[in-house]
């Protein structure tokens, strides 16, 4: 039996020819998170974040509260969208591009590696809460 998990795993060679991808010896198969994708998924989500929000306003019968509705989405989504984007890239920041995936948590032996787990992922949903901010906002004046 091997003294940890990391070294029971060999490191093979991905679909894109990368060995190790975040980490040489890991044993991870894939290439390395870019921000630029990261962000864009985020983006992704966002705008299906901002298609139910919207859906949602619209459906409700007082206009009253869709104006509420609209501006508490508006606020919350700046205020922890951006507290989630720019944590998640001071994180990134400080793992230096040694960014892992949700996979590689439990393979995890410090503090540093979760941070590195917790990067990317903040830095999504900073950017899903951020994309609905706009469109809240323009719904927001036309139905309060």
Wanted: positive net charge.
């Amino acid at each position: 039996m091997h003294s940890s998990y990391r070294e029971a795993l060999p490191a093979r060679e991905g679909p894109l020819g990368v060995t190790g991808g975040c980490g040489v010896g890991r044993g991870i198969s894939l290439p390395r998170l870019r921000l630029g994708g990261v962000v864009a998924r985020g983006a992704v989500y966002g705008a299906g974040a901002a298609v139910c929000s919207t859906v949602t306003a619209l459906v409700l019968p007082d206009r009253d509260a869709r104006g509420d509705v609209l501006e508490a989405v508006a606020f919350l989504g700046l205020v922890a969208g951006a507290v989630s984007l720019l944590t998640g890239l001071f994180f990134w920041a400080c793992c230096a591009g040694e960014v892992l995936r949700w996979r590689d948590l439990f393979r995890t032996t410090g503090p540093s590696e979760v941070i590195a787990v917790l990067a990317p992922c903040l830095v999504r949903v900073g950017v899903l809460l951020l994309v609905p901010v706009p469109v809240a906002a323009v719904l927001g004046r036309f139905a309060g």
